[in-house]
């Protein structure tokens, strides 16, 4: 079934640390999308691209990175891991397409630094 | 930045209807979508609009004004599945979303 994954499905971490979260979509989709999910804030865009070879920087991006090397496959990495990074990381895609461009959600990795 | 409301927690009885109202003020508009997320699992896409107007979809219906800057989501004939999360998300005019916090329906028998 087509969809997208994540990698891992959670983790522990020590705080300095780096950690890189895979994110790989099927559909063929141009852009991709890294939410961070905390309780009572709701979901807030970390990075985007747009299209493979291109990123851009969301709503909260300090201290993560990403790449886009080719069109599936969208790494989230924490250079040195800090508790305040304990969270839910969703990765999305999109057609990126005019009109609807629906986003469709990955399972999440539940991401714990301690 | 943006700014994207909508109740906190709403319980409902199994077979009754609920409204989850949104109201926003974001920088720009390019559509309103709402999802839904039930506990431990990702959001799944439910409904769009960019039109004023009702988009009616089996036992949901999605409403949008613009002008008033306000959608709700409707929730007919409530199941036991039915209680989750549900998500209002606005498009702004760079096209990148941005999310209510969510409201949480728990549906009772």
């Known amino acids: 079934i087509a969809g997208i994954t994540q990698a891992p499905t959670s983790q522990i971490l020590a705080a300095g640390r780096r950690m890189t979260l895979r994110c790989t979509q099927d559909?063929?989709?141009?852009?991709m999308y890294w939410y961070r999910q905390d309780l009572g804030l709701g979901l807030r865009l970390i990075h985007y691209?747009?299209?493979?070879?291109?990123?851009g920087k969301g709503e909260v991006p300090d201290g993560y990175s990403v790449s886009r090397a080719n069109t599936d496959d969208f790494p989230l990495t924490l250079a040195s891991a800090v508790p305040s990074q304990t969270s839910v990381y969703f990765c999305?895609?999109?057609?990126?397409?005019?009109?609807?461009?629906?986003?469709?959600f990955g399972p999440g990795t539940r991401l714990t630094v301690l | 930045g943006q700014n994207i409301d909508q109740p906190t927690e709403m319980t409902a009885t199994e077979g009754a209807i609920v409204q989850i109202n949104c109201t926003y003020q974001?920088?720009?508009?390019?559509?309103l979508f709402w999802y839904q997320q039930h506990a431990g699992e990702a959001p799944t896409f439910l409904s769009y609009?960019?039109?004023?107007g009702l988009e009616e979809k089996g036992r949901f219906s999605s409403f949008l004004s613009r002008s008033k800057g306000y959608s709700y989501l409707l929730l007919k004939e409530l199941q036991m599945k039915d209680s989750a999360s549900y998500l209002c998300a606005v498009r702004d005019g760079d096209y990148k979303l941005s999310f209510g916090a969510g409201t949480t329906v728990t549906v009772r028998a």
């Open positions: 559909m063929r989709h141009n852009a």
């Open positions: 691209s747009n299209t493979a070879g291109t990123t």
């Open positions: 609009n960019v039109l004023d």
């Open positions: 999305a895609s999109s057609e990126g397409s005019s009109g609807t461009d629906t986003q469709y």
């Open positions: 974001t920088s720009g508009f390019n559509g």
